[in-house]
């Protein structure tokens, strides 16, 4: 298997993600930028000495010497342009939340499968150190029989927003709920280990003159009876994130995601035998948010290694299928 730091790098999307990607790359590794505004990926092939510049993207996956896929488009692209990719046999990192149904993604699984090309999807927050200390005291089962989980994650826009992209429901496939809420969802499911069976809540819009939702509300059950409440929001007038996990033995509770969101933070409570105030132990990550890198590490590990990456489109089309639920139920 060759060593994928020396696979060259196609970026399709040059916005603040596909810039956020391009910085985790080897030196020489990003050899093509495609972006349909022409001036970003100008701009981004500028860093990389040797990259070359395209509106099509078809273009750029197709560059000699491209091993590597990352694609962060507007949300109707994603599943098009990774579907080519995988055509062609290149690994693919896709941003979340991978497609706007899920049903989109199957003919990228299809055509992963006939060319054995890893398909990642960037659902980032797993790698937040925060959360991953949290998977680690669930591993270990410090939290006894986990319970329910509670999460509220939003932001508050800005001037302008109800007429950017997201607020096209075209491009989009929804509001919050399949942008920030995807990532709820997804956290959801990893941590209380089980699929949701049930399936409530609605999403509307409250305050953004848009044609999509700005606030979503989940109650979501699996089948052994666990519950996720979850709530986004972009009419949240100060960024939050806070994710809190119980257990018949203990809780966690994770708030900020560094930046805006306040300094990332970990609580674990541990219930004393004679119950009372819990023992308390408490981490916290003021370094600045390395999510990015370290699921980029894992991405090139998957292809090292010709391992089925994890989050893959699987658990992107189980994350898009609730939030469809949602839709529906919303409608």
């Known amino acids: 298997?060759?060593?994928?730091?020396?696979?060259?790098?196609?970026?399709?999307?040059?916005?603040?993600?596909?810039?956020?990607?391009?910085?985790?790359?080897?030196?020489?590794?990003?050899?093509?930028?495609?972006?349909?505004?022409?001036e970003r990926a100008i701009a981004l092939a500028a860093t990389a000495p040797g990259a070359t510049t395209h509106t099509d993207w078809r273009a750029a996956i197709a560059?000699?010497?491209?091993?590597?896929?990352?694609?962060?488009?507007?949300?109707?692209?994603?599943?098009?342009?990774?579907?080519?990719?995988?055509?062609?046999?290149?690994?693919?990192?896709?941003?979340?939340?991978?497609?706007?149904?899920?049903?989109?993604?199957?003919?990228?699984?299809a055509a992963a499968a006939r060319t054995g090309a890893r398909?990642?999807?960037?659902?980032?927050?797993?790698?937040?150190?925060?959360?991953?200390?949290?998977?680690?005291?669930?591993?270990?089962?410090a939290l006894g029989e986990l319970m329910f989980c509670r999460a509220r994650y939003g932001h508050g826009g800005r001037l302008g927003y109800e007429k950017e992209w997201r607020a096209d429901p075209a491009l989009s496939g929804g509001g919050e709920l399949i942008d920030q809420g995807v990532?709820?969802?997804?956290?959801?499911?990893?941590?209380?280990?089980?699929?949701?069976?049930?399936?409530?809540?609605?999403?509307?819009?409250?305050?953004?003159?848009?044609?999509?939702?700005?606030?979503?509300?989940?109650?979501l059950r699996t089948a052994r009876g666990q519950t996720a409440s979850l709530h986004a929001s972009c009419s949240e007038w100060k960024n939050l994130f806070s994710f809190e996990l119980?257990?018949?033995?203990?809780?966690?509770?994770?708030?900020?995601l560094g930046g805006s969101y306040g300094v990332e933070r970990l609580t674990w409570y541990r219930m004393l035998p004679e119950m009372g105030p819990p023992d308390t132990q408490?981490?916290?990550?003021?370094?600045?948010?390395?999510?990015?890198?370290l699921e980029f590490a894992d991405f090139l590990d998957d292809i090292r290694l010709g391992r089925e990456p994890r989050p893959g489109l699987r658990d992107a089309q189980a994350a898009l299928t609730i939030v469809a639920r949602i839709y529906e139920l919303s409608r």
């Open 63 to 109: 560059r000699p010497g491209v091993g590597i896929a990352l694609v962060s488009t507007t949300h109707d692209q994603l599943p098009v342009v990774a579907l080519a990719a995988a055509e062609r046999g290149l690994h693919v990192l896709i941003e979340k939340p991978g497609a706007r149904r899920a049903a989109e993604l199957d003919p990228v699984i």
């Open 282 to 293: 408490a981490w916290e990550y003021p370094r600045g948010d390395r999510s990015w890198a």
């Open 246 to 256: 119980y257990g018949r033995t203990g809780k966690l509770d994770i708030t900020g």
């Open 1 to 38: 298997m060759p060593d994928p730091n020396h696979l060259g790098v196609a970026i399709v999307g040059c916005g603040m993600i596909g810039a956020k990607r391009a910085k985790l790359l080897a030196p020489g590794q990003l050899i093509a930028c495609a972006d349909t505004v022409v």
């Open 183 to 219: 990532h709820l969802i997804d956290l959801a499911r990893l941590l209380l280990g089980e699929e949701f069976t049930s399936v409530q809540g609605h999403a509307q819009t409250c305050y953004w003159d848009m044609p999509v939702d700005d606030n979503a509300f989940l109650l």
């Open 119 to 141: 398909v990642r999807v960037g659902f980032n927050h797993r790698y937040h150190p925060a959360l991953l200390k949290a998977q680690e005291l669930v591993a270990a089962g």
